[in-house]
Structure formats: C-alpha cells, structure tokens
C-alpha cells in the first residue's frame, strides 16, 4: 500500500508575525520557514503505518517555489521513500492545491492521502476536504487515531461535540489533529541519507491543472489590538474590578 | 441581488446556536432572500426552528435516512445540488462546517472563503490569517459563487422573528456514496453551559498539573454558571479533553467573561479568545503572555488564590 502525505512549508510557528506597513502582506522575508506541524503529523502517522507493515511506501508532495526541495529533504530524512515537487512560482488557493494533488493521486495512485487539517499560514482547513470531494473518495478529516483493517480505514475524529468515530473504504484522504501523534526527531544520518533519496520535479503547469485562485487579498492589517489592563493585587481586588465592570 | 443559503448545523433534533450566528453574518451581505437548508433523517422539528429565526425566507427541508449521521462525503452532493439556485452558500465556522463546506466547494469548481470574522458587503470580506496575527480583505468575483464559513465568535446569534417562514421540503438529485459510515460519537457528557456559546468561560491550563487537579477549575466554574475551556498543554497532558481545547486549532470563542488560570498565553491559544469581552487572567508568572492581552491580571498561586475566589462570590 502506497501512502502520499501533503506536506507544506509554512512561516514557523514560533515566529511572531507581522504585517507590513504598507498593507500588502506579512513580512516572510528572511524568518524561520517549517514544515506545517500537521504535516509534520501525517507524516509521522505515514511512517508508522509502513512500520506496522501496512504501508510499503511513502511519498511526501509539496506545491512551493524551487527553494522548497531543501523542505522535501527534510520529509525524506524523516523517513519518506521519494518526494514529489510540484514547483510554482506564486502561492496558490486550496482549490488549486487540492486540483494539482489530485492529478498525482490519479498517477500514484496511493490508498490512503494524509494532509495535515490546515496550515498555519492562511489556516483554511480546506485542501484534504477539496481533494475528497474532487476524487470522489470519503474523507476522514481532523483525526486523533487511525486504524487500518484490510481496505477500510476506523478513524476518530475530533469534532466539537466530542470524538466521533467514522469507517471509511480505502482509498480514503484523512487529515490529523493534534494529538495524532508526535512527530519523531530527524536524525543527522537520516539527513545525509535523506540526499540520495528520489526527488522527482514536475512544474505546475505541467499538471494541466485549471487555477482555482478566484480570490484576491486587497488588504493585510494587523488584528485590532487589545487595551492594556489592570493589575489587582488580591481576589478582594480580583472581585471587586469585576463588579465594577457589571460581570458580577 | 444576492440569494444565500445556509446550511443548519444541528444535533439531537436541536439546531445548533451557530445556524444563528451565519444568520448574522448573511444579513449583513444585503440579499434579497436567505433560506436556510436541514439535512436530515427527520428534519421537521430543527426545521421549525430554523424558521423562526428572524430574516430567515425559508426554510428547505431535505429528509432522507441517510442524513441521520452529519457526514461530509454524504451532505456535500445535496448541498450542491441546491446550490444551483442561490449566489451564496454559508456555513458555520464550526467542525460540521469545516468538514462540510471545502467539498461543497470543490463539487461546485469554486474557491472557499473560511471563517469570515467581518462582511463589508456580498463579495468582500475579512478573515484571520496566522493564528489572527493578521486580518485579510478577501474580495471574491461577483461572477461566482460565494461559498463560505462564518466565525461563530465574530457574530451574535440572530433572534427569533415576528413569525414564521414557510418550510418546504426539498428533494435532491444526488447520488449519495456509501464509502463513509457514522460509528458513534462521544460527546462528552456535561451539564454545564456549552464552551462555544457560554457567556462565561473559566479555562485551566498547564499549571493546574493534573486532571485530578481540574476539579478547582470545573468547582470555580459552576459557582460561576460558566462553561469549562483549557490550553492546548492542558489537552496534551491529558487533564482535560479535547472538545476543551480553546485556540487557534481549537474553538474560537468569545464570551463575556473569560477566566484564564495557570494559562501562560502561547499566541496559539490568545488566538481563540480575542474576542472576549473581559479576560481575567491568573498565573504565578507576571511575565506570562496572557497578561499582555488581560483586562484584569492577578499574579500569584492559582491553588491559593482559586478557592478564595470561590468563597468570595
């Protein structure tokens, strides 16, 4: 069984982002770049489903500018057999990810596809969504644990309400959550391994993938910031500052 | 003119507050009708609900067994196939409309706007990138259709209306997959006031140490009539569950009164509370970051300062 995981690179989660001041975007200039923590994830949840002999192969896809093989080498000496990248030159809207991981979900041909539930970039939550509906195939998204029993894939969900558990047929798209699982450390051998593993390059164009960018960002602001508070010193205090604001 | 539908999120033949809240948000797009559609197996009573609410034209109700369970893969062919009729489909920001709503959209070829937090007219919107550190202006082609989430917390709930509208039934031509199958759901049983739609909020954190430990902050909350929220490291370290978890992979919510104990305020986590009214915050560290965005800060040891609390209101 053949596992491809969408692995992104985002702006890394510890940087504190800022808007430029003219609007037009956020400072990505010269920051940490990693990869999205939930891919990261589903990854990890790939890897250790070829550990358990389910899986025999996994391959790790990413849609990014040419910079980005250094991201892919990264997915191979976490473990990946191969890498696909899906080279272009601007960002580009989930629809038109989920339309370009499609065609090499039709060329692959894998049986399970794990993207992480969103980015942490533009935080959509829609790519793995897009991607099963486009494929027509069931869709098994924000889990917390997966199982594979022959062609079908028991997975629970992490839903509002709770943990709700799902049965889909292979081939299935799962997206993780959090607590899927944590991702392993690369070792410094597995990244001089990681040089001689197949990456292959195709240009989005390529694909023949129709664009599905339909928006434009006319804006970028900075959230409205907060006023600064008080400090009390005791709960008397504490107590007192919340019935003088009427929540008491 | 704009014609929108929304898609009713609903559990136990209750419609969830948040069809209420994208009501808000839909009438603030300036459309000439909004219906409001409810997938499921018996779906009369929600329905009646969702025809009260005020500004609602009417209500289209699809019965079919197969919407007993709210599963994307199944939901997703019906609610394209109505869309045929409507400039704009909206859902909730929630994870029925996550799940839901990016099929919906790629069903219809078009791209998805996720979480509106603002509405500047039927095509131009804001919503929160990184974490909310950034607010963008989406403008979406008049051309198209709109389909989109709404952000629970950006919007109060929609009311109830002087009467009714008519509710229909609605028959869909779609074939519907067998692939994806409900097991169960574990909810996770509790009396106390639901964590999203809550007008108080008391929220532990790593600091609170154990899940025996948490009882302080579900005793804090009940004296407070409030809903119960915790950090991601909480969850994480297993003393609270999932359904909990506050921030930016988490829920989103904006309640009056949000209490934050032994919560240190990763960006992450501020992400889901911005929006409250007074954020009270507890923590022995006066540097943590959730003093930063607190209305009222209290330096000191929760596991003191909690039951004093307690005993003072």
Redesign the interface.
């Known amino acids: 069984m053949k596992i491809l995981v969408a692995y992104k690179r985002v702006v890394d989660y510890n940087v504190r982002i800022q808007v430029k001041p003219d609007g037009s975007g956020v400072v990505t200039e010269g920051v940490k770049l990693s990869p999205n923590p939930f891919d990261d994830i589903a990854l990890e949840e790939a890897l250790r489903l070829r550990e358990k002999g389910v899986a025999t192969e996994v391959v790790v896809a990413t849609i990014g500018p040419a910079d980005a093989q250094a991201h892919l080498r990264n997915g191979l000496a976490m473990g990946a057999n191969r890498a696909i990248h899906v080279t272009t030159g601007a960002p580009i809207q989930p629809l038109t990810a989920a339309r370009a991981l499609l065609k090499l979900v039709e060329k692959e041909q894998p049986q399970i596809v794990i993207l992480g539930k969103q980015a942490i970039d533009d935080d959509c939550s829609q790519t793995g969504q897009m991607l099963a509906a486009l494929w027509g195939r069931p869709q098994a998204t924000f889990a917390s644990k997966v199982e594979i029993t022959g062609t079908v894939a028991k997975v629970t969900r992490e839903v509002d309400a709770g943990l709700e558990v799902i049965e889909v047929d292979l081939p299935a798209v799962i997206t993780t959550d959090l607590r899927l699982n944590e991702p392993r450390f690369i070792k410094l051998p597995d990244i001089m391994k990681a040089k001689s593993k197949p990456l292959e390059t195709v240009t989005l164009e390529s694909l023949g993938v129709e664009s599905g960018d339909h928006h434009k960002v006319s804006a970028y602001a900075p959230p409205p910031k907060r006023s600064k508070g008080v400090m009390v010193k005791d709960v008397p205090e504490l107590v007192a500052a919340l019935k003088a604001k009427g929540l008491l | 003119m704009s014609k929108i539908l929304i898609v009713a999120e609903h559990?136990n033949g209750q419609l969830n507050n948040s069809t209420a809240k994208v009501l808000s948000a839909a009438k603030q797009m300036g459309a000439s009708a909004i219906e409001v559609a409810v997938f499921a197996a018996d779906p009369a009573a929600i329905a009646a609900q969702a025809a009260q609410l005020d500004g609602v034209t009417r209500v289209r109700a699809v019965a079919n067994a197969a919407n007993a369970n709210a599963?994307?893969?199944v939901l997703?062919p019906q609610v394209a196939a109505l869309a045929a009729d409507y400039t704009h489909v909206l859902g909730p920001s929630?994870?029925?409309g996550?799940?839901?709503?990016?099929?919906?959209?790629?069903?219809l070829?078009?791209?998805?706007?996720?979480?509106i937090m603002k509405v500047h007219g039927a095509h131009?919107f804001e919503r929160?990138?990184?974490?909310?550190?950034?607010?963008?202006?989406?403008?979406?082609?008049a051309t198209?259709k709109v389909i989109a989430t709404v952000r629970n917390a950006s919007f109060a709930a929609t009311g109830n209306g002087a009467s009714a509208a008519p509710v229909e039934a609605a028959s869909v031509n779609a074939t519907l997959?067998s692939?994806?199958?409900?097991?169960?759901?574990?909810?996770?049983a509790s009396d106390r006031p639901d964590l999203?739609s809550a007008a108080r909020v008391v929220s532990g954190g790593r600091a609170v140490g154990s899940a025996e430990n948490f009882a302080i902050i579900y005793k804090l909350a009940d004296k407070l009539g409030a809903g119960v929220g915790a950090s991601?490291a909480a969850?994480?370290a297993g003393y609270a569950?999932?359904?909990m978890q506050v921030g930016?992979?988490g829920?989103i919510i904006a309640p009056?009164?949000y209490v934050a104990i032994g919560i240190s305020g990763a960006?992450?986590h501020l992400t889901g509370i911005?929006d409250a009214g007074?954020?009270?915050a507890i923590n022995k560290d006066g540097e943590a970051p959730i003093?930063e965005?607190?209305?009222?800060?209290?330096?000191?040891d929760l596991f003191k300062?909690i039951p004093?609390?307690e005993q003072?209101?």
């Open positions: 559990a599963l994307a893969a997703a929630t994870t029925f996550k799940d839901l709503m990016p099929c919906v959209a790629a069903l070829g078009e791209a998805m706007v996720s979480d131009r929160p990138i990184y974490a909310g550190n950034a607010i963008i202006t989406v403008e979406c082609p198209r997959p692939h994806t199958r409900f097991i169960e759901l574990k909810a996770g999203q991601r969850v994480d569950p999932n359904d930016q992979t829920k009056e009164l960006i992450q911005k007074t954020i009270v003093f965005v607190a209305d009222i800060g209290l330096v000191g300062i004093e609390l003072a209101l």
